[in-house]
């Protein structure tokens, strides 16, 4: 009979057998995450917030080197602040949780639960800027959130998660847009090059913006069942904040002026998508660029093997780990190699290195891949460039691979009709003309679940015929079902 151990490392619901459980088997089963006996809310485990942390760094330090500072700001937001910019409020009410009282006494006003910061961030900009010579303002906070979710999945909608959010001051109109448009890029190199997820950069429509915002630019993925996720925003905020919360300026021509703000963020949702792009039938598989571990090494028993074969796998952790890699020497002599292999799939390492007493006669070792599971033997004087160069090949790979599953799942239409058979028989992104109207676009909503994904920023214009209603259109945009 299996043990609770070995169950865990093996059963795994097929992806083509059932998604949705499949994904939450891996997420749960790799330990990156697990339920709270609070309902919606997920327990990061230590596995999942090394993961979080290796993202995280990669963003702090690109953000840092684009001039912004990190800062933090109150979890609890009075009321009356949300109040201040109606359309934010009312974007946000739905999901917001309120403090009422405070130890045994009644609040005289509620307290939000932060959904998001514009509101007590405003607050604050408005006593620290008083001049042209205080802007650009360029904050970011890494915290938690909480959106009371009615229904929520581990990492992709949960009623708390971590995330970043910037919200950056600006002296004009086309400092703020292209504040917005730079940290897109940001993202979009942060998904690409090293979640290697590829994504579109576009706008969102009217409809689908940010509460408060002007403009809303976006990052889309497609996920390997076929829907699309939002990766991360970027809002260009107008002066609609500025003027709610009184955030002016004397600008050099000694004039009074109202600010130009952004906000953006990215969250954890972020590893739900690399678990859904990138994981197979036995589990994760991480980028290198972002994996805890990159390689686990596995020492090959035999007759007498633990005093040579241990001391070898120790030194040859010893080793890799000198040279910049992130590395696990698997010791424990009470599970099989074949056992250890699993786990480690299962958990996305993306190479494993194998040395038995033969490899040490031999004076070779063996790398596995985990995205394709090629078997190489080195020399072990080769083994530092080897490992750094199947690295960088699995990365490139494992991009490659998401943007053909991306490539094949496109799908540009021509007619409603076919609209309607591609989002129920085959899904993906669809291409197809829209004439620019909310309406229409809600009804494509209604009838069909698909939603406008995002009008993309490298559409060209071409004369087309609204997919739905057929009035004049004049770019393509991507639809799909989303999470």
């Given at each position: 009979m299996a043990t609770e151990?070995?169950?865990?490392?093996?059963?795994?619901?097929?992806?083509?057998?059932?998604?949705?459980?499949?994904?939450?088997?891996?997420?749960?089963?790799?330990?990156?995450?697990?339920?709270?006996?609070?309902?919606?809310?997920?327990?990061?485990?230590?596995?999942?917030?090394?993961?979080?942390?290796n993202i995280r760094d990669v963003l702090d330090k690109k953000l840092k080197e684009t001039g912004h500072m990190n800062a933090y700001f109150p979890l609890f937001i009075p009321e009356s602040f949300l109040k201040k910019e109606a359309e934010h409020v009312a974007g946000f009410a739905p999901q917001v949780a309120w403090v009422t009282a405070g130890g045994d006494e009644e609040l005289e006003e509620r307290l939000a639960v932060r959904p998001t910061s514009e509101a007590i961030i405003c607050s604050m900009y408005a006593k620290w800027v008083k001049s042209w010579r205080d802007l650009p303002l360029l904050i970011n906070q890494w915290a938690n959130v909480v959106r009371w979710e009615k229904v929520t999945r581990l990492f992709l909608r949960t009623t708390e998660f971590l995330w970043q959010e910037g919200h950056t001051v600006h002296a004009t109109e086309k400092?703020?847009?292209?504040?917005?448009?730079?940290?897109?890029?940001?993202?979009?190199?942060?998904?690409?090059?090293?979640?290697?997820?590829?994504?579109?950069?576009?706008?969102?429509?009217?409809g689908e913006r940010f509460a408060g915002a002007v403009q809303t630019y976006t990052i889309e993925a497609l996920m390997a069942d076929g829907k699309a996720l939002q990766a991360g925003t970027t809002h260009n905020l107008g002066q609609h904040f500025a003027k709610a919360f009184g955030i002016r300026f004397e600008d050099k021509d000694q004039k009074l002026k109202y600010a130009w703000q952004t906000s953006w963020g990215v969250s954890s949702r972020l590893i739900g998508a690399l678990v859904m792009t990138?994981?197979?039938?036995?589990?994760?598989?991480?980028?290198?660029?972002?994996?805890?571990?990159?390689?686990?090494?596995?020492?090959?028993?035999?007759?007498?093997?633990?005093?040579?074969?241990?001391?070898?796998?120790?030194?040859?952790?010893?080793?890799?780990?000198?040279?910049?890699?992130?590395?696990k020497a698997d010791l424990r002599t009470t599970y099989s190699p074949g056992w250890k292999f699993s786990e480690w799939e299962l958990k996305g390492v993306?190479?494993?290195?194998?040395?038995?007493?033969?490899?040490?006669?031999?004076?070779?070792?063996?790398?596995?891949?985990?995205?394709?599971?090629?078997?190489?033997?080195?020399?072990?004087?080769?083994?530092?460039?080897?490992?750094?160069?199947?690295?960088?090949?699995?990365?490139?790979?494992l991009f490659a691979r998401a943007l053909k599953f991306r490539e094949e799942n496109t799908h540009q239409v021509e007619s409603y009709d076919e609209f309607k058979e591609v989002i129920k028989n085959k899904?993906?992104?669809?291409?197809?003309?829209?004439?620019?109207?909310?309406?229409?676009?809600?009804?494509?909503?209604?009838?069909?679940?698909a939603t406008i994904r995002c009008i993309p920023l490298s559409a060209p214009e071409e004369d087309g015929k609204c997919i739905r209603c057929g009035k004049q259109a004049r770019k393509r945009v991507y639809f799909a079902k989303a999470y």
């Open positions: 151990k070995e169950r865990f490392v093996t059963e795994i619901t097929p992806k083509s057998e059932d998604f949705s459980r499949w994904y939450v088997d891996v997420v749960r089963k790799a330990e990156l995450a697990d339920y709270s006996p609070i309902k919606g809310c997920m327990v990061i485990q230590p596995y999942g917030f090394a993961l979080w942390e400092e703020a847009e292209e504040e917005a448009l730079k940290i897109l890029e940001i993202y979009r190199r942060l998904a690409e090059d090293y979640l290697a997820i590829p994504v579109i950069p576009g706008v969102k429509t009217e990138h994981g197979d039938d036995s589990g994760l598989i991480i980028p290198p660029m972002v994996a805890p571990i990159h390689l686990v090494i596995v020492p090959i028993p035999a007759s007498g093997w633990e005093e040579r074969v241990l001391s070898k796998a120790e030194e040859l952790e010893k080793t890799l780990k000198e040279a910049g890699f992130r590395v993306p190479m494993r290195l194998e040395v038995g007493p033969k490899d040490i006669e031999k004076n070779q070792v063996v790398l596995v891949r985990r995205d394709n599971r090629e078997k190489i033997f080195i020399p072990q004087n080769e083994m530092i460039e080897k490992v750094g160069i199947i690295l960088k090949e699995i990365q490139k790979d899904g993906g992104f669809i291409r197809a003309f829209w004439c620019g109207d909310s309406a229409c676009e809600e009804k494509v909503k209604e009838e069909t679940t």
